[in-house]
């Protein structure tokens, strides 16, 4: 594939940020192949996760 690992950033209820990434390693089973994570903290905090991804 060309793009093995991708971000989306989508919203959430209230304030937070659901930041969606592909796993490298289970491109196979897509149930399996993305970890989802609800971020709620302040909006640098979040900003400095989704670029260290």
Sequence with gaps: LANKK???IQPGADV???LSTTK???QNKP???HH???MKK???KMAKAV???
């Design 6 to 8: 991708t971000v989306s």
């Design 16 to 18: 937070s940020v659901v």
């Design 24 to 26: 490298t390693r289970k």
């Design 31 to 33: 149930a399996l192949a």
């Design 36 to 38: 989802k994570s609800v």
């Design 42 to 44: 302040e909006f640098h």
């Design 51 to 53: 670029v260290n991804q």
